[in-house]
């Protein structure tokens, strides 16, 4: 974990965040044994591909301290544990389907003593017509979880009106784009650009798609699984 330490010193983040990072990393591989929580292991990569790749989402220059968020299909809680670890003022709530990451991100929190940080276990079909998370939330956050017209509609209903859907996108993000462009009208969202970032050692090319919610969602959305990712609204 030093290495871990000294990536995220080196790229502007203080000595005692990077010490909380690294043990959100030990637990990571440890858990990684058991259950599947990612493919990237090696401790410059995770620093690089998952950690500063989450934290850039600070960048777009919309998330104002003390904001609610929600991460939809955080995985081992990509970008939300990060983003947390880096402003501890967020409240934030990682959602995922899958009960056993669940379980991991639980004793995240637990083990990296967070307060503001809740997990919901299910899916996102089920907790957007939820009134308790139905427009609750100032920002929603999601990375890798599926394509931007199946993703918009699993992540607008819970975003307040006025609020942000930042989607996080690889190269694809404009051809993915064009495709959504129908379903985020639809489902209350204006696009409002693609930021293009860098991290340094890495030649992915990374994307956030910045989605403003300007109306209310219709009841109608979102549809019962599978009818977001089998019949997405394009
Ligand atoms: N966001 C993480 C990342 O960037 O590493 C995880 C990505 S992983 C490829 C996708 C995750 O989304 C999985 O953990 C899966 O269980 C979750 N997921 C997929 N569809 C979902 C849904 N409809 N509702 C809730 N979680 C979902």
New binding site residues.
């Given amino acids: 974990m030093d290495k871990i330490i000294e990536i995220l010193t080196d790229n502007g983040i203080d000595k005692a965040k990077s010490k909380t990072f690294g043990k959100y990393y030990q637990m990571l591989i440890e858990w990684n044994e058991k259950i599947n929580l990612?493919a990237i292991t090696e401790e410059s990569e995770v620093a690089f591909k998952?950690f500063l790749d989450?934290i850039s989402v600070f960048t777009s220059g919309v998330i104002a301290p003390g904001s609610s968020i929600i991460?939809?299909?955080?995985?081992?809680?990509?970008?939300g544990i990060p983003m947390k670890l880096y402003d501890s003022s967020l409240n934030i709530t990682l959602?995922?389907?899958?009960n056993k990451?669940i379980n991991f991100l639980n004793e995240v929190i637990s083990v990296l003593n967070l307060s503001g940080m809740t997990t919901l276990h299910?899916?996102?079909?089920d907790?957007g017509v939820n009134k308790e998370h139905r427009e609750k939330y100032d920002i929603c956050v999601?990375?890798?979880?599926?394509n931007l017209a199946t993703l918009s509609e699993?992540c607008l209903p819970f975003v307040k009106v006025g609020g942000y859907f930042i989607a996080?996108k690889g190269p694809k993000a404009s051809e993915e784009l064009e495709a959504a462009q129908k379903a985020i009208k639809l489902l209350g969202g204006r696009v409002e650009k693609i930021i293009n970032y860098d991290i340094s050692d890495t030649d992915y090319d990374h994307n956030m798609i910045m989605i403003k919610k300007i109306s209310a969602t219709s009841t109608k959305y979102p549809r019962k699984?599978p009818k977001?990712?089998k019949e997405p609204l394009i």
């Fill in positions: 990612t998952h989450c991460d939809v299909g955080t995985g081992a809680g990509f970008p959602l995922d389907s899958l990451r299910g899916r996102a079909e907790y999601s990375r890798a979880v599926a699993l996080m699984a977001p990712s």
